[in-house]
């Protein structure tokens, strides 16, 4: 018989705090703090935008500048004969990054699922690091500029940056179970945002000695981070002797939730993303295939749902900083600056969502009515005035009703989907729902950088903003048989505890 909703919920954030160790606490703050790192040395080529279009630009051809002579030999050391070219190719750049990282997401899952987690991440860390050294700093320094470098560059970096999201989902839902999960996820995958606020932060402190300097601090300290998870990370329980999910939480407390997203009948199976890590094999369940995973309840809407919302979400992410600068004449560290203020609402709207998804063990619902404001708040944002206060809360509400949504689908429900009761024998299957789900997300944001910049070259930045009232509402499109299944749900249980009272 299940447990009334208010006594699952008791006995579950019971269940989440009697298991909680230093261990649990130390898990968390590497993979958060890996994740954020990969982020900051995303977010620095966002934010030194304008600085890269300017030196790609030769500024004989600005009227405010010295003429330099000769042309020809100022010209040759440069790529575009204006900005507007320029800004066309930053946004090809962004495509094609997110594409190679999109296709890298499909690969790394499935590969985490195989190999060491810890490996797999800290690898995908440091030469990452490296490449964006390479691309940002190397090549100013040796005044090397060449189109087809940029874009070999930034391939290998979005294929390297792909270890990053399926590895640490995996690792925190082998130390985490469903109890709590929508609130424990929801404040962790505020790591991408932190990670945006430090890329902000560390490349206005250094653009003004040079763009170059932006991708060398960022890229330093990504390596070093990378050094750290080698030897520090932990991907199991069972590393340090800790008893499985499993064998004690999911077995008492998920098993008796009133509608489980997952059933842990089996405790030797459950929540085993690190079995393939272990020298004996004889028990290891097989990880799950790409098109088993692909077959999964809910992995096909959900990760058509976040291609939408991807898209929107990393349009902020890529464009806001230039936007800013763009629109207002605000100065690049200024608005760079400012930007921030978007990811804090992500961070406070992806913990707020998770936990009321926790209370009422429904997710659905509750990203229908954050993507509903969201539209508001979109059309609000595009009209806002040239102030920086009212741009910043603007702002700010924006990233709570879209990044919110975009966080608790990539942590929280992509570990649901990857702990349901189909894939008990097969435990390693949350890696590679994470990557198809991120994976598919990925590619609706590759092909949206590419439009965004289509759009507000030929229509303007106004018309960029129904773009993203558009895909914001196909993305409530694509979940609604979810959120109709769900509400049904709802209404059921609420009818029953009227009947019980």
């Known amino acids: 018989m299940a447990l009334p909703g208010s006594l699952w919920r008791q006995s579950a954030n ?31 080529f966002s934010n030194v935008k304008v600085s890269i279009s300017s030196q790609w630009t030769p500024s004989c051809l600005n009227s405010t500048a010295p003429e330099l002579r000769p ?83 930034w391939v290998v970096n979005g294929l390297l ?73 932990l991907t199991s329980p069972k590393e340090v002797g800790l008893p499985e999910l499993g064998a004690d939480e999911d077995g008492s407390v998920e098993e008796d939730a009133n509608r489980p997203l997952m059933d842990d009948d089996d405790a030797d199976d459950d929540d085993r993303n ?40 990393y349009s902020f992410f890529f464009w806001l900083p230039f936007y800013l600068s763009n629109n207002f004449g605000w100065k690049e560290a200024e608005a760079d600056q400012l930007s921030i203020w978007y990811d804090v609402g992500g961070i ?28 508001g708040s979109l059309f609000g944002y595009s009209r806002s005035p040239n102030s920086k206060p009212i741009n910043a809360v603007i702002m700010a509400i924006t990233g709570f009703f879209i990044g919110g949504p975009s966080n608790m689908i990539s942590s929280a429900i992509s570990a649901d989907l990857g702990r349901q009761d189909l894939v008990r024998g ?22 949206g950088q590419y439009l965004v910049s289509l759009i507000q070259e030929n229509l303007g930045w106004m018309w960029v903003f129904y773009f993203f ?6 993305t409530i499109l694509f979940i609604s048989p979810l959120i109709v299944r769900e509400v049904r749900l709802l209404l059921h249980e609420r009818h029953l505890r009227v009947l019980a009272e």
């Open 348 to 375: 406070i709207g992806g913990t707020i969502q998770g936990l009321i998804s926790d209370v009422l063990q429904k997710r659905a619902p509750v990203l229908a009515i954050s993507l509903l404001f969201a539209v």
């Open 71 to 153: 042309y020809e030999l100022w010209n040759s050391s440069h790529l575009f004969p204006n900005a507007e070219e320029a800004t066309l190719f930053l946004g090809t750049l962004d495509t094609i990054f997110l594409f190679s990282y999109a296709m890298g997401l499909f690969v790394s899952g499935i590969v985490g699922d195989r190999l060491n987690l810890r490996w797999v991440l800290s690898f995908g860390m440091c030469s990452s690091a490296l490449v964006v050294f390479f691309f940002g700093t190397l090549t100013e320094w040796l005044h090397f500029y060449n189109k087809w470098f940029y874009c070999c560059l």
């Open 161 to 233: 940056q792909s270890t990053g999201w399926p590895c640490v989902v995996a690792v925190m839902g082998n130390w985490f179970g469903k109890a709590g999960r929508g609130f424990v996820f929801g404040l962790w995958s505020a790591c991408a945002s932190v990670g945006n606020i430090l890329g902000a932060f560390l490349a206005s402190c250094v653009l003004k000695y040079g763009y170059e300097y932006a991708f060398l601090v960022t890229a330093s300290v990504q390596f070093a981070g990378g050094v750290v998870v080698f030897f520090g990370l």
């Open 14 to 44: 019971r269940g989440l705090v009697s298991h909680c160790t230093h261990h649990h606490i130390v898990v968390f703050l590497l993979t958060f703090f890996s994740y954020s790192l990969l982020h900051a040395s995303r977010k620095t």
């Open 469 to 474: 009232i558009l895909m914001t509402s196909s």
């Open 274 to 313: 690190y079995s393939s890590q272990q020298s004996d094999t004889v028990n290891q369940p097989k990880a799950i295939g790409f098109f088993q995973a692909c077959c999964l309840p809910g992995v096909v809407l959900y990760s058509l749902a976040y291609a939408c919302l991807k898209l929107v979400n």
């Open 426 to 447: 097969s435990s390693e299957a949350l890696a590679t729902v994470t990557g198809i789900v991120d994976g598919t997300g990925s590619i609706g944001a590759a092909v």
